[in-house]
Nanobody, 124 residues
Framework: QARLVESGGGLVQSGGSLRLSCVAS????????MAWFRQAPGKEREFVGG????????WYGDSVKGRFTISRGNAKDTMYLKMNLLKPNDTAVYYC?????????????????WGQGTQVTVSS
């Protein structure tokens, strides 16, 4: 059974840092493209960033460029999101997603696998 499990969320002050992790297991493809999305209360889900298994250059959403860094583990079944200079409007539930095609996409409906999400709260 396919599973994506996020961890690392929590409460942090404005300007602080957090690192989220996502571990994939049971996927039908071993090297999928993976991405982070987030959803704040009352807002639509937003693409944060992601990377294919064969690329060295992640994609980022405009609101996080220069502050967030995405990387994959050596086994490619793990993805990390290092968040620096956090702002209150980064507060959201952060979701890990994976798709069967190893091609990056920014649209959530192109991802077949989703984690349960981890809450990130940034206080001012």
């Amino acid at each position: 059974q396919a599973r994506l499990v996020e961890s690392g969320g929590g409460l942090v002050q404005s300007g602080g840092s957090l690192r989220l992790s996502c571990v994939a297991s049971g996927l039908t493809v071993t090297l999928p493209a993976m991405a982070w999305f987030r959803q704040a209360p009352g807002k639509e889900r937003e693409f944060v960033g992601g990377v294919s298994s064969t690329s060295v250059r992640p994609w980022y959403g405009d609101s996080v460029k220069g502050r967030f860094t995405i990387s994959r583990g050596n086994a490619k079944d793990t993805m990390y999101l290092k968040m620096n200079l956090l702002k209150p409007n980064d507060t959201a539930v952060y979701y890990c997603a994976a798709r069967r095609l190893d091609i990056m996409a920014t649209t959530e409906n192109l991802y077949e696998y989703w984690g349960q999400g981890t809450q990130v709260t940034v206080s001012s």
